[in-house]
């Protein structure tokens, strides 16, 4: 007889039951909080592998569909399922946990709640990636804010209580607005249902919006999409709403720095896609030319941040904002040509997954000096790939990846994201002029990568850490090699991820541009 799992559900909660298994365990048996970290983080990516294996990616319908009334009198439903758009990033979500968990291994202060903490935020990010239920998003989109404040708050550094709160009330702030946008969907969706039923089903709200069945128009459709906008952007985070991110990664743990580039960030775009496209596809073609503006400012003035930073762990953070603005530029290509739209938001989907992978391995490189030498400056080292070459290797290759090297993973999705921008178009704005200027963004990140790259590992060695500077561990080696390795397979084979979203952007760009 076939037994019908709640997969999703399974693979959700998996990483809350394990942080509760730590919560009643002795505070002191720090190894029992680590191993069964891990072990839970293992049996989740796991199980999002086997989910790989059943997954369909020749159709946009939602997959593994699990759907059960909740809050039956609003119409509220507990409706997860996973699709083209986002099941890439729940395996990106199991696979970076599982590494940011070994990286956790250091952390010996408080294990109990930092690993309870950990495996709660897993929790708030995969149910927010498989959530097909407006309100059931939200809940799992506020989940992700507590553990987030904590983790930075009590095990960052010396800054980390101010880090924790700016980035609790900048993403708070974001939330507000998208639950008035929620609510105003919720009562504009009721005309378009049979008895006026009112609902806060992701997939029926964007067809109601494509049968002209929302009755939300001028200027309150407007601020409703920019109020759904602005909680997306903060989290992105978009120009001018960034300013939060560089101290957040810089007083958080390496291994919270790592889920803060190589997840949170995602939730932003991903959310945008996921709702803001479909639902409000008038307002979105309305918003392209803003975006694709603000997208610009987001590459070239991220890029000169990063350049004239002098902390590594800073210098990475503004590069993020750099490239969460090629994520947004091949958004932007929506309206363009079929060939330029699927382009752009392939190249968008796939710079997530990239920029997930690269930044959380510069994250982690950057973790392990901080560790030997407890500074980041750039300026404090000098000729270190004489005494780490395999150190020095993996930094390398990363740098070249996340300034676009070909042949590493960074490169195919910022041609995609450029490629697709180039051919975007709405109305009579030019967003060719906007793109080119963008193109100066790559130079600068070129110039930051390989000056942070001469002045901390070429040069003559300075003294100050002869003894202290020790190559890779065999723990800190089981954090990098499968980032490194998904940095070259992508590089060469980016069809490994772009076919499993091909139908259901194809889908998404017909829901926008019509």
Not at 253 to 271: N, R
Request: net charge neutral; aromatic share 14%.
């Amino acid at each position: 007889m076939a037994v019908n799992l709640p997969l999703l559900s399974l693979l959700t909660f998996l990483p809350l039951i394990g942080g509760l298994i730590i919560m009643f365990s002795d505070k002191e048996n720090r190894a029992f909080h680590k191993n069964i970290a891990t072990a839970f983080a293992l049996f989740t990516f796991v199980l999002s592998l086997g989910l790989l294996t059943k997954f369909d990616a020749s159709t946009h319908l939602p997959q593994f569909v699990e759907r059960y009334q909740w809050i039956s009198s609003f119409n509220i439903d507990y409706y997860m399922a996973v699709d083209g758009l986002s099941f890439p990033l729940v395996l990106l979500t199991t696979f970076l946990s599982l590494i940011s968990v070994v990286a956790s291994f250091g952390i010996e202060k408080r294990t109990k709640e930092y690993f309870f903490w950990f495996m709660m935020l897993e929790t708030g990010m995969l149910g927010l990636f498989v959530a097909l239920d407006f309100f059931l998003f939200y809940v799992f989109w506020e989940i992700t804010l507590v553990p987030m404040y904590f983790l930075i708050g009590v095990w960052g550094g010396p800054k980390r209580e101010y880090a924790a709160v700016k980035f609790f009330l900048f993403t708070l702030f974001g939330s507000v607005f998208m639950l008035l946008s929620m609510i105003a969907l919720y009562f504009a969706s009721g005309s378009g249902l049979p008895g006026n039923e009112r609902t806060l089903d992701l997939i029926r709200l964007s067809e109601l919006a494509h049968n002209g069945q929302l009755q939300l128009v001028g200027t309150a459709a407007m601020l409703v999409f920019l109020g759904l906008y602005l909680a997306f952007a903060i989290k992105v985070p978009a120009f001018p709403f960034h300013t939060w991110l560089p101290l957040a990664h810089v007083e958080a743990p390496t291994a919270v720095s790592v889920i803060l580039a190589g997840v949170l960030l995602k939730m932003g775009t991903y959310g945008i896609l996921r709702v803001c496209y479909p639902i409000m596809p008038e307002q979105t073609k309305l918003f392209l030319p803003i975006l694709v503006v603000i997208a610009c400012i987001n590459i070239v003035y991220g890029a000169f941040c990063a350049m004239a930073q002098k902390d590594m762990k800073r210098m990475v953070a503004y590069s993020s904002v750099n490239h969460m603005g090629y994520c947004l530029l091949g958004m932007a290509a929506v309206m363009g040509n079929s060939n330029a739209a699927h382009a752009g938001l392939s190249g968008a989907v796939l710079q997530m997954v990239t920029h997930g992978i690269i930044t959380g391995s510069l994250f982690l490189l950057v973790g392990v000096i901080y560790d030997r030498a407890h500074t980041r400056e750039i300026d404090a080292f000098g000729g270190l790939a004489t005494k780490m070459p395999i150190f020095a290797g993996f930094m390398i290759m990363q740098c070249m990846a996340s300034l676009g090297l070909p042949g590493l993973a960074g490169f195919i999705s910022e041609f995609l994201c450029f490629l697709g921008g180039f051919g975007g178009s709405f109305g009579g704005f030019n967003f060719k002029i906007w793109v080119s200027i963008s193109v100066i963004g790559i130079v600068v990140t070129a110039a930051f990568f390989l000056r942070m790259l001469k002045l901390v590992l070429m040069g003559e060695f300075n003294a100050k850490w002869e003894g202290h500077m020790p190559d890779l561990t065999t723990r800190e080696l089981v954090t990098i090699v499968p980032l490194a390795v998904f940095t070259l397979v992508l590089g060469i084979y980016p069809a490994l991820v772009l076919r499993l979203m091909d139908t259901t952007l194809a889908q998404l760009i017909k829901l926008v541009a019509g």
